[in-house]
């Protein structure tokens, strides 16, 4: 009989959502970046197997908004939970005040929920696993309780067969071979932010919106012109970098990958335009494809 279900990975920000969907996957649909804030909307991941469909929803982390985009992520966060079958919770580290925010989430709604343990490939000793465990047991009635490490891949198997039983008994919701619901053109934007968000730091990060204003097949060329939004004159300076190089190395690391993503050759053009406070703009956001 066919299990196949939707599963949430919710969590705070930084936690490994994105690393753990990627590597489970063994395949990049969610980028990642050791900033916080990285996933900005609901990504579908999708992993079939012989007698199961598992749908994973991967959602940006969760953390207090200040703003419309960060009310939009929020949002985002939360509408993954009602729609799942299983809910994946991971955290990082010992309980603390803060998981209280996410942990509140669980209590209006009937969905299992899973406690996963990311990172403890930086754990030294079974015990800090042990420790990490007890401290989240009576804050909510999980129905399992499973360390791995997204980032080595390990303990995936027992993670596997256990969200297998809590999946209805129904059909696959999607082809076998379809890995994620995104859109190249989504996932080239998505490319160029994660390179953006690796070379840069502080407030620059947070301040980038990525959009394909152009895409077309030339004589077997994908020709793609993208726009990096950013709010300020001095983050487009940043990243334009002396004499262009930084932007350059973001254009040369997206290309590579977007080449490999989209299985085709990419021609990319990128420019840097500023956008006045276009987290607080409404239209801005829907421009971006946010709200
Ligand atoms: N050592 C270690 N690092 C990890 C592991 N999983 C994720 N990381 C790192 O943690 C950082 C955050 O990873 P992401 O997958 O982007 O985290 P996220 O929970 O999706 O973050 P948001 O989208 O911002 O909510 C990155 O630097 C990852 O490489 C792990 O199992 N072990
Ligand atoms: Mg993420």
Same mark, same amino acid.
Request: hydrophobic share 40%.
């Given at each position: ?18 690393? *753990?969907? /990627? ?30 469909? !598992? ?6 982390? !969760? ?8 009310? !939009? ?17 991971? @955290? ?80 696959? *919701?999607?082809? $076998? ?19 953006? #968000?690796?070379?840069? $730091? ?5 301040? @980038?919106?990525? !959009? ?6 030339? /004589? ?27 932007? $350059? ?6 290309? #590579?990958?977007? /080449? ?5 050759? @990419? ?5 840097? $335009? ?13 421009? #971006?494809?946010?709200?």
């Amino acid at each position: 009989m066919i299990k196949s279900g939707y599963i949430a990975i919710i969590g705070r920000v930084s936690v490994g959502k994105s690393t *753990f969907l /990627n590597n489970y996957l063994e395949e990049k649909v969610s980028i990642t970046s050791s900033k916080p804030q990285t996933t900005r909307e609901q990504i579908i991941g999708i992993k079939t197997f012989s007698d199961a469909q !598992f749908v994973f929803i991967d959602t940006p982390g !969760f953390y207090r908004p200040r703003h419309k985009l960060g009310e !939009f992520l929020s949002k985002e966060a939360l509408s993954g939970l009602k729609s799942a079958d299983l809910i994946l919770y991971l @955290v990082d580290s010992e309980y603390s005040y803060g998981e209280d925010y996410v942990i509140r989430h669980f209590e209006n709604i009937n969905v299992p929920v899973f406690l996963v343990i990311n990172k403890i490939d930086l754990l030294k000793s079974k015990m800090s696993i042990d420790r990490i465990i007890l401290s989240y047991l009576d804050k909510y009635n999980f129905k399992g309780v499973f360390p791995i490490s997204a980032l080595e891949k390990t303990h995936f198997e027992k993670l596997t067969e256990a969200i297998k039983n809590y999946l209805p008994s129904q059909g696959y *919701f999607y082809e $076998k071979e379809q890995v994620t619901t995104q859109s190249d053109l989504k996932r080239a934007s998505e490319i160029i932010r994660e390179k953006v #968000l690796f070379y840069t $730091k502080e407030e620059v990060p947070h301040a @980038v919106g990525v !959009f394909i204003e152009y895409a077309r097949m030339e /004589n077997g060329l994908y020709v793609m012109y993208a726009t990096i939004y950013v709010e300020r004159a001095s983050q487009k300076a940043i990243l334009i970098g002396k004499r262009g190089e930084m932007l $350059k190395k973001i254009g040369k690391d997206s290309r #590579l990958e977007i /080449n490999e993503v989209l299985n085709t050759k @990419v021609h990319l053009n990128l420019y840097v $335009k500023v956008k006045k406070d276009w987290r607080n703009n409404i239209s801005d956001l829907r421009g #971006l494809g946010y709200v």
